[in-house]
């Protein structure tokens, strides 16, 4: 897609961006960051969106022939946060994304992926959890592409989102679309709210309201960043927990 054209809601990869946030940046957007990652090598990513302004992040990774990479994906925009990634996986490299949307007020957070494994026994594994408030949306559009000779390929998507407010709203599309035979894929999405019984009993403990609702949403979200890298698991939490304190107000 060139970048002089700004897309429309025909374009499934926009069909729920906020699109008029997304034309006062669109022109001076950069090209889709390029990664790759050798064949063995181990890496890890973190990537924090907190602006208050539009923020777009684009990135076209490669995994080399037993690469693994584990990308970790905190999305706290205020006005319109969108993260995108074209993966493409390579004989036995492993592919991992660990992922929240946490959003309130009238903000737009997208995290978009696809995953391609183009040759036989890779893996990838992505994780997405939402918290929404107020008129805020959340989306998560994940493609996973499985060629026909990319046999023993193992891709899992997990979708999960919690709304806080009636006005809310959460899009969860996890998709196959699978051309081999000798495969393990699955996929699945969810939406909810906080249970109320485990929420009277926090308050019952003596927390109040906000405090209560932001405890729940921790053991929701926080369990993302168990396997982030050491130097940068303190600040994952911090601001998540920033975050979910913010939005259970």
Not at 87 to 112: M, P, S, W, Y
Request: aromatic share 4%.
């Amino acid at each position: 897609m060139s970048v002089a054209t700004l897309p429309t809601r025909k374009d499934e990869a926009y069909r729920y961006a906020d699109l008029a946030a997304l034309d006062r940046v669109w022109h001076g957007l950069a090209p889709a960051r390029r990664i790759d990652i050798p064949a063995g090598e181990q890496d890890a990513h973190v990537l924090i969106v907190n602006q208050d302004s539009v923020e777009v992040h684009r990135a076209e990774i490669v995994l080399e022939p037993g690469a693994t990479l584990s990308l970790f994906v905190l999305n706290g925009a205020t006005d319109y946060g969108r993260v995108e990634v074209d993966v493409t996986v390579r004989d036995g490299a492993h592919f991992a994304l660990h992922a929240a949307n946490i959003a309130g007020g009238k903000a737009t957070q997208e995290i978009v992926t696809v995953v391609r494994h183009e040759e036989p026994n890779g893996t990838s594994n992505q994780v997405v959890r939402s918290v929404l408030a107020g008129t805020s949306t959340g989306s998560y559009l994940g493609k996973v592409a499985v060629a026909r000779n990319a046999q023993k390929v193992d891709g899992e998507q997990s979708v999960k989102a919690m709304l806080l407010d009636r006005g809310a709203t959460a899009n969860c599309k996890p998709e196959l679309e699978i051309y081999a035979d000798d495969v393990k894929c699955a996929h699945g999405a969810s939406v909810g709210e906080l249970d109320p019984d485990q929420l009277f009993y926090a308050l019952s403990r003596g927390l109040d309201p906000a405090s209560a609702k932001a405890l729940l949403l921790e053991g929701f979200v926080l369990q993302l960043w168990d396997e982030a890298p050491a130097d940068r698991r303190d600040e994952l939490i911090a601001e998540t927990r920033r975050l979910l304190r913010k939005v259970a107000r």
